[in-house]
């Protein structure tokens, strides 16, 4: 029954036009049989006829438009549109023939290549990405390696040299002077490795960062006194003022121990004979101030941004770390998206930075 009933349905532009010719056929015949019976001549008769039948001729061919142009000119405009990639417009046809199945086909298909093409963009963005990235970490290598070479010269020649001495030297004492110096240069070697591996992990974001609440007062003390208090050689005046209760912070402890270790041991290192280092923290609302001060020649301007860079060596720097203390500092300190700097004082150098605290 299903299948006889669907046999009567127009769902296809053939039953439709089919079903227009033979309503137009028998129309003519009927306005023809009906025009003949007629109380009138027979070229009135054919007039009324021939009127009927241009009208009937005019309203098919409407109806032919409306079933079949109107939806093929849409269809085309929708085609043309995708050609040229613009995948926004829709065809509205929402008959149940095959102009509407073309069109509900092209809104799928005009969808699908919108997304395809929008996910191609985003790939080529990733690929551009990937390999500026990737032009990024040749320089940096070919930067590391020039500076490994240059940073490891020196000590490495003090080993070749002091090691050729060993070989000929009998007095015990001075023996011992060339195997103090091998040591040291070899702790120099080791510590700039160390540094440099913790400073690639923190660049590359490989570096796991913990989450801990401590006193960041205390850590301070501890550091300050350290490495600043009964320090042997120390030919330098230490003052500080830091706030009498507990500051909590939550960050890395051990990270920040390190932040604070690397700009103490950074002024200690620059510090002019005699002069003054100068530890101040302060809280403000929702945040601590931190500030090492240290007297010094000034850093001339155009260096300020340059020192954070890894073995970046200034014409004012003192004393034979690594040059890597301020990047790591610089790179924990970015990675907690708290600001920091440094700036230039009539008698010394400031470096600070800020921190959200747990009230």
């Known amino acids: 029954m299903k299948k006889i009933l669907s046999a009567f349905q127009l769902t296809t532009i053939r039953k439709k036009t089919l079903l227009l010719s033979k309503l137009m056929g028998g129309s003519i015949v009927l306005f023809y049989l009906l025009t003949s019976e007629l109380p009138a001549d027979s070229s009135l008769s054919f007039l009324i006829w021939f009127c009927l039948m241009a009208a009937v001729i005019i309203c098919v061919d409407i109806l032919l438009g409306r079933l079949i142009s109107t939806p093929l000119n849409e269809i085309n405009r929708e085609a043309e549109r995708m050609a040229h990639l613009d995948f926004t417009a829709r065809c509205r046809i929402n008959?149940?023939?095959e102009f509407g199945r073309l069109s509900q086909s092209l809104n799928t298909m005009s969808a699908n290549l919108k997304d395809?093409?929008?996910?191609?963009?985003?790939?080529?963005?990733q690929l551009e990405k990937d390999v500026q990235k990737e032009r990024l970490l040749q320089?940096?290598?070919?930067?590391?390696?020039?500076n490994l070479s240059h940073q490891m010269k020196t000590p490495l020649g003090l080993i070749r040299a002091y090691t050729e001495g060993l070989k000929d030297e009998v007095d015990e004492t001075k023996k011992q002077q060339y195997l103090d110096a091998i040591l040291s240069a070899e702790d120099r070697i080791s510590h700039m490795l160390v540094s440099l591996?913790?400073?690639s992990a923190l660049e590359s974001g490989s570096a796991e960062l913990s989450d801990e609440t401590f006193d960041f007062i205390e850590m301070a003390e501890t550091c300050a006194g350290r490495l600043l208090l009964g320090t042997p050689g120390g030919n330098y005046r230490f003052t500080y003022r830091l706030p009498d209760t507990p500051v909590l912070i939550r960050a890395d402890s051990k990270r920040m121990e390190q932040v604070l270790d690397n700009l103490i041991e950074n002024a200690r290192k620059n510090v002019r004979e005699g002069g003054e280092i100068r530890l101040?923290?302060?809280c403000f609302e929702k945040e601590l101030s931190f500030s090492l001060f240290n007297q010094c020649a000034p850093i001339p301007e155009p260096?300020?941004?340059k020192i954070w860079s890894k073995f970046y060596r200034g014409q004012n720097t003192a004393g034979s770390g690594s040059g890597l203390g301020l990047a790591i500092v610089a790179q924990v300190l970015s990675a907690y998206r708290v600001p920091y700097g440094v700036r230039n004082h009539k008698n010394g150098v400031e470096f600070y930075f800020s921190f959200p605290i747990i009230t």
């Open 139 to 146: 320089a940096q290598r070919k930067e590391l390696t020039d």
């Open 197 to 199: 591996l913790d400073l």
């Open 303 to 305: 260096e300020l941004p």
């Open 95 to 97: 008959s149940n023939d």
């Open 116 to 125: 395809a093409l929008q996910k191609l963009e985003q790939a080529n963005i």
């Open 280 to 282: 101040t923290i302060s």
